[in-house]
Each structure stands twice: as structure tokens, then as C-alpha cells.
């Protein structure tokens, strides 16, 4: 199976700015979308970002401040959070899709104060 391992998440002032990774086990030019989700205490896991061989897409609340990319010679989906908002705390987890199947890392904590 795939597995992912996510780094990056920090204490971070309103307004700062964070970058996460996501290192995968295999290719990622084998894994055809993968996303980058966030869950806060209490809420549902939401999407925030995904990247696939046809683009990108973005959770509405987040475009403009975050930009997700891939490195394939690294193996890793990135996520560039600007411009950080309280509101942005939450766990921040790493997804990709292998075939059918979805895997999950076990996600990296992000806090915005203000």
C-alpha cells in the first residue's frame, strides 16, 4: 500500500505563513490525485486542496492564500498556506489515491493564533 507522512505544522501568528509537506512511499507519478484535507476539533475532515496531471483545485475558504504543488523526484505534495487565518487551525492531512483506494497519512497539527 502507500503510505504518507506529513510534516510542517507549527504554532504560527495570524497573517504568518506555514509550508507543509507530504512524503509518499511510491511515485507520486503513480498516484493520480492526491490532497491535502484538514480536520478541527469537533468538525468533519474538509478538503482543502488537491493536485492531479490535470491541475489543481481549492477549497473556496482557502484560494488565494494556499497553493498546493508536486516535486516527482522528491515524492512529495506540498502546501503553501499564506496569509494564515485562526480559522485555519485544524490537522492537516496528506491523501492520495492509488487505484481505487484511498490512503491517509496521520496528519500534522497546524495553529494559527491571534
Known amino acids: 500500500q502507500v503510505q504518507l507522512v506529513e510534516s510542517g505544522g507549527d504554532l504560527v501568528q495570524a497573517g504568518g505563513s506555514l509550508r507543509l509537506s507530504c512524503a509518499a512511499s511510491?511515485?507520486?507519478?503513480?498516484?493520480?490525485?492526491m490532497g491535502w484535507y484538514r480536520q478541527a476539533p469537533g468538525k468533519q475532515r474538509d478538503l482543502v486542496a488537491t493536485?492531479?496531471?490535470?491541475?489543481?483545485n481549492y477549497a473556496d475558504s482557502v484560494k488565494g492564500r494556499f497553493t498546493i504543488s508536486r516535486d516527482n523526484a522528491k515524492n512529495t505534495v506540498d502546501l503553501q498556506m499564506n496569509s494564515l487565518k485562526s480559522e485555519d487551525t485544524a490537522v492537516y492531512y496528506c491523501?492520495?489515491?492509488?487505484?481505487?483506494?484511498?490512503?491517509w497519512g496521520q496528519g500534522t497539527q497546524v495553529t494559527v493564533s491571534s
Open positions: 491523501k492520495a489515491r492509488y487505484g481505487l483506494r484511498d490512503y
Open positions: 511510491r511515485s507520486i507519478f503513480s498516484l493520480n490525485v
Open positions: 493536485i492531479s496531471s490535470s491541475g489543481t
